[in-house]
């Protein structure tokens, strides 16, 4: 599994980067990664293009009542979820 930016901090926040994973390992991780960070939301998760990584993410956030945003209206492969709507 390719996990060299599992729990980075950029800019103060804990983030990941899902290149260079498979979809099932990308559901695992995110899974992991949202249920570790839940004291410390915001988090930051990179999915790139892909708009089944995207999915994965949304429906992540989605399952535990928490709110997804792009993280600029220009950069549609990096999301910040919040516990709060922004």
Not at 11 to 29: K, P, S, T
Not at 41 to 63: E, Q, W, Y
Request: aromatic share 12%.
């Amino acid at each position: 599994m390719f996990l060299n930016t599992y729990g980075r901090r950029s800019r103060g926040v804990q983030m990941i980067d899902l290149h260079g994973l498979n979809y099932i390992e990308a559901e695992n991780v995110v899974e992991k990664f949202v249920t570790d960070n839940f004291n410390s939301l915001p988090v930051k998760i990179i999915t790139g293009d892909s708009p089944k990584m995207k999915n994965i993410v949304l429906k992540c956030a989605k399952r535990y009542d928490l709110h997804c945003q792009k993280e600029f209206w220009t950069n549609y492969g990096c999301f910040f979820i919040t516990d709060t709507p922004v």
